[in-house]
């Protein structure tokens, strides 16, 4: 069974969510965001992202994998963004 340890990221209000996702799982892999190869666009529309999570009293959940990990993004009902990232390296 592979190793996976969890990591919680709370997002910078005024930055994209895409930018979030890749600075928490550069994080949660000790990697520089700038020097780690995975690039989000692989992955995940970024402009559909960013905008998911725009409108308000949303109450929603959001799960996707993308560079070894498991990506959850959950919003409480003001639409505020919590990022969980179980890396599976």
């Not at 994209?16 to 520089?32: C, G, M, P, Q």
């Not at 020097?35 to 409108?55: K, M, R, V, Y």
């Not at 949303?58 to 009902?77: K, S, Y």
């Amino acid at each position: 069974m592979p190793h996976s340890k969890e990591f919680y990221y709370e997002p910078e209000e005024g930055e994209a969510l895409s930018t979030e996702v890749v600075t928490a799982i550069a994080r949660a892999h000790d990697e520089d965001v700038i020097e780690q190869e995975w690039l989000i666009s692989e992955d995940i529309n970024t402009d559909a992202l960013d905008g998911l999570f725009q409108e308000r009293n949303l109450d929603m959940t959001l799960q996707f994998d993308a560079d070894g990990t498991t990506v959850t993004i959950i919003a409480d009902r003001s639409g505020n963004p919590r990022i969980k990232i179980e890396s599976h390296r």
